[in-house]
């Protein structure tokens, strides 16, 4: 079975310093990774995936993150926080199993301090 | 994402009620989902879709179903409305599976029940 753990309910940080968003997974497969967006009363984002290829994927808006197999990690950051990345951010896993199953974590709330 | 849209996008209602939650997408894609998502619980999914003929329950499907009246349309049904039923309800979109697969969502549908 798989299982994504955010590390972190909550992360603030003042805007301009760097962003660090913790995720752990597990699975019985190669997964694919995912990080998701949700701003205020708004829809879901893909910022990013990860699929087997670089190890070290960037994505939208200068977030990147770094699939490291040995650490079961997929750690989200971005070197300078800007006001508008205040939202809330959500680790996936998938693996195939029948349909792509998808399990989404618990997500993690970004607050930054002006 | 513009592509998948869902309406209403707030709705409240009484117990009892029967309602129903529309999406629809202009992706293109074979495979839709419908989830909901609590808070502190990231998304669970209720149903999803291959294609027009094929429907599949997901892990909360108990108090739901579904149509998928076109490639494009993929319906939520609530029959019978209870409180606990108070959610955020996604739809996604996705194509056609394999390691490559991402699930692309609109922008929800905040339902209320009293």
């Known amino acids: 079975a798989q299982s994504v753990t955010q590390l972190d309910s909550h992360v603030s940080v003042s805007e301009g310093t760097p962003v660090l968003l913790r995720c752990n997974y597990s699975?019985?497969?190669?997964?694919?990774l995912f990080w998701y967006v949700q701003h205020p009363n708004k829809g879901l984002q893909l910022l990013l995936k990860?699929?087997?290829?670089?190890?070290l994927v960037k994505g939208i808006n200068g977030f990147e993150a770094e699939f490291k197999k040995s650490e079961t990690s997929f750690h989200l950051t971005k070197p300078s926080a800007h006001m508008s990345d205040a939202a809330e951010y959500f680790c996936v896993v998938s693996e195939p199993w029948g349909y792509q199953k998808v399990t989404f974590g618990t997500g993690t709330k970004l607050q930054v301090i002006p | 994402d513009a592509d998948v849209t869902q309406t209403p996008r707030n709705r409240i209602t009484k117990t009892g009620k029967r309602i129903m939650l529309e999406c629809s997408q202009t992706k293109g894609h074979d495979r839709m989902y419908w989830y909901r998502q609590d808070p502190g619980l990231g998304l669970q999914l209720i149903y999803y879709s291959f294609d027009v003929k094929d429907i599949n329950k997901g892990e909360i499907s108990d108090g739901y179903s579904v149509s998928r009246q076109a490639q494009a349309k993929f319906s939520l049904s609530l029959e019978s409305a209870i409180p606990n039923q108070t959610a955020l309800y996604f739809c996604a979109t996705s194509d056609s599976g394999g390691a490559q697969e991402t699930q692309y969502f609109g922008p929800g549908t905040r339902l209320l029940v009293l």
């Open positions: 990860y699929t087997s290829a670089a190890t």
């Open positions: 699975s019985s497969y190669s997964p694919s």
